[in-house]
């Protein structure tokens, strides 16, 4: 029954109401789903609180102007089905990616978020993506890692440490007599440079911004930072308790693995539905990966994931190796 004009302003209305307040989105080519198949990712999209819906392009294009799923516009071709973070921002991408790991016919066509959209080959990354409470857990861990660095570090050389203090200490008061004035002055002036400084981004103005940012804001803010100081989140929760006893931290075991394609023999299609399989790649995209071996498959798995990967390539016909 075609849709009248009432019915196609109620549908541009409730999905753009959706997207209004989506912290995510993902946009997938349904074609191929049988109406039962397409009941059980309904289901599912309820459970983990995903608001799913499949409009005519036209309207799409309507509901989401003016919000931040307008850069989507340009992939709203052919049969599309809508999926809308509400309450975790990876919850619409490990939905689409977990239900076309045994439904190959459903196939990402991009995704987006803090109005930027990516293309399929990132659904892994918007899966994982922490809620906003985690995100700032983790910005505050990293935060607090290069000072916990810091007290490390002078408690593994405190010998050094004191014997350079007592050193510039002497040669101060040596040349106290002789340079008092100039000494006085040189406080003076580096107390007014520390106040301007402090002055020009206030703790309020540093609160302020984090309070703005968005998830994939926070996120990048933390690798930022990660990269800047030389270390991550988890060895911030780590360095407290080693500097408090005075002594090195112990080697972390390795807890995230990448998993290589190395090569696909005589068995490329094999490998190649192996790969779309565990990655959630569209047929292109895997093709394209498969055939430029050694390639990454799977970044930062957890053991025993980057093990079931790699066997599964193996079992296809394809070498992998875990580094």
């Known amino acids: 029954m075609p849709l009248n004009l009432e019915d196609k302003r109620a549908i541009v209305a409730s ?5 209004t307040e989506a912290l995510s989105a993902v946009v997938a080519d349904y074609r191929g789903l049988t109406v039962s198949q397409m009941t059980e990712l309904r ?11 499949v409009v005519r392009n036209t309207l799409a294009k309507f509901a989401v102007k003016d919000t931040d799923y307008e850069c989507l516009n340009d992939v709203l071709v052919g049969p599309t089905v809508l999926a809308f973070s509400q309450d975790d921002p990876g919850a619409a991408a490990r939905l689409i990616k977990d239900f076309a790991k045994d439904n190959d016919a459903l196939e990402v066509k991009a995704l987006a978020v803090g109005g930027v959209a990516y293309g399929p080959q990132d659904i892994d990354v918007l899966a994982k993506l922490p809620t906003r409470d985690e995100a700032l857990s983790q910005l505050m861990s990293v935060m607090q890692a290069p000072v916990a660095k810091f007290v490390r570090t002078l408690n593994e050389v405190p010998g050094k440490f004191v014997r350079t203090v007592a050193a510039v200490k002497d040669q101060k008061q040596s040349a106290a007599d002789l340079s008092g004035c100039v000494t006085t002055r040189s406080n003076r002036i580096a107390r007014v440079v520390i106040w301007r400084l ?6 309020e103005d540093i609160l302020g911004a984090i309070a703005d940012m968005s998830v994939m804001d926070l996120v990048e803010l933390i690798e930022a930072m990660e990269e800047k100081f030389g270390v991550t989140a988890a060895a911030a929760v780590a ?25 696909f ?59």
């Open 15 to 19: 999905v753009n109401a959706v997207a």
């Open 43 to 53: 289901s599912k999209a309820r459970e983990t609180g995903v608001y799913l819906k």
């Open 198 to 203: 402090k002055m020009a981004v206030s703790k």
């Open 239 to 263: 360095a407290a308790p080693a500097a408090a006893g005075g002594e090195a931290a112990a080697a972390e075991e390795q807890t995230e693995f990448d998993v290589v394609l190395t090569g």
């Open 265 to 323: 023999g005589d068995k490329k299609v094999g490998v190649i539905k192996a790969v779309r399989e565990v990655t959630g790649l569209g047929l292109k995209e895997a093709k394209e990966l498969v055939e430029g071996a050694p390639a990454p498959v799977k970044e930062a798995a957890s053991k025993d994931e980057a093990e079931e990967i790699k066997k599964k390539i193996e079992e296809a016909g394809g070498t992998a190796e875990l580094k």
